[in-house]
């Protein structure tokens, strides 16, 4: 049995702590500053501050705690991932910010204990379609990776409601995007690239945003010569969303821009999760396209109904911390997702929402 430890109760982490506590394979404790909710009795709640490192410490040691899995905003999992290092647990996180990716693999490098950063959706389980796509291909031309978390009903001009997280959102339409470009690794402004897309018969719009690819880029310059990420939205919204940063200048002031959102947007459990990751190249001399496109829509668990954002990107943080506990002693460091394998993530318990 592994005993793990979930550290925020949010709309993502309360998820995975009742998926996980659905299997007898697992013990879990949940550790938040606040909860929202009832949890089932085999789920040890218990109280404490997400800043102070002491608590964090004590849970672990008294909890004889196997694995971290770090549901919190990502400017705080830098801090989780140190205090597992010092009290040699796993470390596991949905972070798709890039400078907090580079630190944990700092901090993993020599190290036994394992690193799984980037563990939700993009970054996370596109990686592992994308690597599982490249290998249809003798020379891959071009990786396109189209992922969308999108009210179903909307009324508001942006035609958008807040899915996930406020921070992760921002960081999204604000940073840099890598890309490769004839080859190359570039960055990309946010918000770029505007193009227009029609899947399983309804328009969509996609646009550049940072974060969704993780190391996908800097492992596959040698194996694709183009490869992006953009978001999709529904028509209208990136003309919108550059106003508000670009035009009223709110790039530079995150917190009335994220002030805004919160007030402007609803939060919705009738949501779709849009994933489309398509490549095409050459195989046999022949010019070929294999894709992956799934919509995952809310599903009712234990009882209660969770949005299609928080159903994939728990099942995918899940399915990860599964496979790669099975495999604990032939592992350390930080792990990849482009190393975990397609057919494997598939066929694991967790995947239900991904097939």
């Avoid at 394979?25 to 002491?54: C, G, R, W, Y």
């Avoid at 950063?117 to 891959?140: K, R, T």
């Avoid at 940072?210 to 990420?229: M, Q, W």
């Amino acid at each position: 049995m592994f005993n793990i430890l979930v550290v925020g109760s949010g709309k993502i982490g309360s998820l995975v702590a009742i998926l996980l506590s659905e299997h007898q394979d697992f013990k879990v404790t949940i550790a938040s500053n606040l909860f929202h909710q009832h949890f089932p009795e085999n789920i040890l709640t218990i109280s404490m501050d997400v800043h102070n490192e002491k608590d964090l410490k004590n849970i672990i040691q008294k909890q004889e705690i196997h694995a971290v899995i770090s549901c919190l905003p990502f400017y705080l999992n830098q801090q989780v991932a140190k205090i597992c290092d010092q009290q040699h647990c796993h470390y596991f996180d949905l972070t798709e910010d890039i400078e907090v990716t580079e630190f944990i693999k700092e901090l993993a490098t020599g190290k036994e204990s394992i690193f799984v950063p980037q563990c939700g959706l993009a970054p996370g389980f596109v990686n592992i379609a994308s690597e599982f796509l490249i290998q249809f291909f003798d020379d891959c031309h071009e990786l396109r990776l189209r992922v969308g978390g999108l009210p179903q009903y909307t009324q508001n001009a942006l035609k958008y409601a807040l899915t996930w997280s406020l921070d992760g959102l921002i960081n999204q339409y604000i940073n840099p995007c890598p890309v490769i470009k004839n080859g190359h690794l570039q960055f990309e402004p946010a918000l770029e690239n505007l193009e227009s897309i029609n899947l399983d018969g309804a328009e969509y719009e996609a646009f550049n945003t940072s974060g969704g690819v993780g190391h996908l880029t800097s492992r596959s310059k040698n194996k694709v010569k183009e490869l992006n990420y953009k978001t999709i939205r529904y028509p209208g919204h990136c003309e919108k969303i550059k106003f508000l940063l670009n035009d009223l200048k709110l790039k530079d002031d995150r917190i009335t821009f994220a002030r805004l959102l919160q007030k402007a947007l609803p939060e919705v459990d009738n949501d779709v999760v849009i994933i489309f990751v398509a490549a095409n190249g050459y195989k046999n001399e022949h010019w070929i396209e294999h894709h992956y496109f799934k919509k995952i829509l809310p599903q009712t668990i234990a009882g209660k109904k969770w949005s299609a954002m928080q159903v994939a990107t728990a099942s995918s943080v899940c399915v990860v911390v599964d496979l790669i506990l099975q495999q604990q002693k032939k592992l350390h460091g930080m792990i990849l997702h482009e190393k975990i394998h397609f057919g494997d993530f598939m066929a694991n318990r967790f995947s239900l929402c991904y097939r």
